[in-house]
């Protein structure tokens, strides 16, 4: 079964930094993009990052760019972003997903909470 494991939540400061991981297992990283949503109450789910595991070439909101980034560890089916600089905006339930081929899987979402 694949399963998709988002970790690293938690409650942080504005201006703070926070690192999340989604770890994948039942597949292996192959010609799929990984990315980052979130979604806060009563909004809909944002695309945040996404990482092409063959090249990792990356896309980021506007709203995220140089603030956060994407990372692949391929050998441990490990997806991280790195969260710097972060807003109470930032505050949503962060969740991962993996698209390869016509198949997308998504896994449970952490909660970040930023405080002013």
């Known amino acids: 079964e694949v399963q998709l494991q988002a970790s690293g939540g938690g409650l942080v400061q504005a201006g703070g930094s926070l690192r999340l991981s989604c770890a994948v297992s039942?597949?292996?990283?192959?010609?799929?993009?990984i990315a980052w949503f979130r979604q806060a109450p009563g909004k809909e789910r944002e695309g945040v990052a996404c990482?092409?595991?063959?090249?990792?070439?990356?896309v980021y909101s506007d709203s995220v760019k140089g603030r956060f980034t994407i990372a692949s560890d391929n050998a441990k089916n490990t997806v991280y972003l790195q969260m710097n600089s972060v807003k109470p905006e930032d505050t949503a339930v962060y969740s991962c997903?993996?698209?390869?081929?016509?198949?997308?899987?998504w896994g449970q979402g952490t909660q970040v909470t930023v405080s002013s």
């Open positions: 990482i092409v595991s063959d090249n990792d070439d990356t």
């Open positions: 039942g597949l292996t990283f192959g010609n799929s993009a």
């Open positions: 997903a993996v698209f390869q081929g016509p198949t997308t899987y």
